[in-house]
């Protein structure tokens, strides 16, 4: 459990090998008090309007412009190349190293937190 400085609370549930039938790997699932998100068969949002609830599936497929196919690139090669032209063209990375640091930080108070049994506090300036 993540408590933010404002009261948000975020629970976290993550693993790199789980012993489980349900192969959902390199998949995530997201709740929150106005809608969820989960990445099922594509992405999937659902919540509650209206008194109703709803499931909407996000259509991530290349395309959808009239006479225009679009064209699609493995996630992993996007992620190369947008690093490699970060480095070339001296941009701000998708994922700067500070952030990716904080994340890091996290994922250690949480390993820390569950074998110590206790709370551990992240004072980030």
């Not at 790997?25 to 594509?42: F, H, I, R, V, Y």
């Not at 190369?80 to 904080?102: N, Y």
């Amino acid at each position: 459990m993540i408590v933010m400085e404002n009261g948000a609370t975020v629970m976290l549930e993550s693993s790199w090998a789980l012993n489980s039938l349900e192969v959902d790997e390199a998949k995530c699932s997201l709740s929150g008090t106005e809608a969820g998100a989960d990445m099922k068969g594509g992405l999937r949002i659902n919540g509650e309007k209206f008194s109703r609830l709803y499931t909407n599936e996000i259509d991530l497929t290349s395309g959808g412009v009239a006479f225009y196919e679009g064209n699609a690139e493995n996630a992993a090669d996007v992620e190369m190349r947008k690093w490699i032209e970060a480095i070339d063209r001296d941009l701000e990375p998708v994922v700067t190293p500070e952030q990716a640091c904080v994340v890091s930080e996290i994922l250690e108070a949480l390993y820390e937190s569950a074998r110590t049994g206790k709370a551990v506090y992240l004072n980030q300036n």
